[in-house]
């Protein structure tokens, strides 16, 4: 049984490349509604594995989207980030300490590649980076500006794992 007669209302014959196609493989000794039938089965079978490849690969079951609760986590985030962070880790860099970036090899290597580690540090310093917890200690590694409860450090936390994970897009996108 032919693919073509499995879909209704199917004209194959009404596909011009489809006959001159017939026509320069010199099928004037067949009926030319067949061979264009032939040509529409071949067409469809040429197609179907690309086209269900992107279905699979666009189905929302192996893409969850991403929820209004995540999103403006991601946007709140960002603006702790703006706020707190860019001044010395702009992009995901840092301009005082160049090996200290926040660029997924460069957490790994400085053992800070984990949303726990990346809030300890964040809340008590580490090195040149200072701490910004409320409750951090000790006083010359803490920041003399405003601390962050620890809610925004664990938001900040995860959203520079997000953003490292995803070597840092740009921020733009993001929004106010």
């Known amino acids: 049984m032919e693919l073509a007669s499995l879909l209704p ?3 194959i014959w009404s596909f011009p490349y489809l006959r001159r196609e017939i026509v320069k493989e010199g099928g004037a000794g067949q009926n030319p509604v067949v061979q264009m039938q ?3 089965v071949k067409l469809m ?3 179907a594995p690309p086209l269900m490849a992107a279905f699979v690969a666009l189905s929302p079951v192996l893409n969850p989207p991403v929820s209004l ?3 403006i986590d991601v946007q709140r985030g960002a603006t702790l980030f703006r706020r707190t962070c860019i001044g010395c880790h702009d992009g995901g860099g ?3 300490q160049p090996g200290a970036t926040l660029f997924s090899k460069d957490l790994q290597r ?3 590649d984990t949303k726990e580690e990346i809030y300890r540090v964040t809340y ?5 980076m200072p701490g910004f917890g409320e409750n951090c200690t000790p006083r010359g590694q803490c920041t003399f500006g405003a601390r962050l409860q620890e809610d ?3 938001l900040l936390a995860e959203f520079v794992k997000s953003q490292a994970d995803l070597g840092w897009p740009n921020l733009e996108t993001y929004g106010d």
């Open 124 to 128: 008590y310093g580490k090195g040149r």
């Open 69 to 71: 609760g995540q999103a």
């Open 9 to 11: 209302g199917c004209k």
């Open 152 to 154: 925004e450090i664990k």
């Open 38 to 40: 032939k040509q529409g």
């Open 45 to 47: 079978r040429s197609l």
């Open 94 to 96: 840092n301009i005082i």
């Open 110 to 112: 400085n053992g800070v």
